[in-house]
């Protein structure tokens, strides 16, 4: 009988601290290509390398900020958008959020999100699909690391970004400076230097940032059809 997903990724991911986190484990694969080519059989991710087995340095960046800052979430619903790990949905419940749900597209970093809250004693609640054409639906903070990677993903977040602001959303992201990142819509909060994999980022360290987006409100400026990135 083959593993469940579960499985796979306690078996080929270690559990370790997150550098910039260490008062988090996350299952953690040790470099990136053994662990892709065990991913091209049964659990093969639609974006490979398998983004849930890294703790990538704009999530590392918003986790820290929510540990530094419970404020931000405690005792509010939140939403971890394009999840991964989990690292930020377990910051966010480590930080006293009332109400975590993990979204990822990858059915194998939902269950990395599962193990990942379990081995830190939280609850965050998993949800596979893209919702990016959809909302919010009742999170009171909406939080996202590494997802302005394309110019195509920086389109769709943005706009679902905006959507959640104008529901009454507080936004964050966490990003270490890529280039379609939107910039003229954030205010920079917080800056962190983050420990990386090389085989990933071709450095050790990659100074990241956490950004707010600017509130939107149904009577600011600015429609969906106007949504642009910088």
Known sequence: MSESPT????????????SAVPEIRLHQAAEPIGLWELTEGEFRSEQPPPFWAFAWAGGQALARYLLD?????????????????????????????????????DRMALAAVEVNAEANGVTVAGELG???????RDAQVVLAGDVFYSQAMANRVLRFLLRASRAGAHVLVGDPE??????????????????????LESVRVKHSRVWELTKVTSTTGGTEGRDRTG
């Open 130 to 136: 893209d919702i990016l054409d959809g909302d919010a």
């Open 7 to 18: 499985e796979f990724v306690r078996r080929y991911a270690q559990l370790s601290p997150v």
């Open 178 to 199: 890529r280039a379609y990142l939107p910039r003229e819509r954030f205010t920079p909060v917080a800056g962190y230097d983050i420990p990386v994999t090389v085989a």
């Open 69 to 105: 800052h419970p404020e931000t979430v405690a005792g509010r619903r939140v939403l971890d958008l394009a999840c991964g790990s989990g690292l930020v949905a377990v910051a966010a419940a480590r930080a006293g959020a009332t109400e975590v749900l993990a979204v990822d597209i």
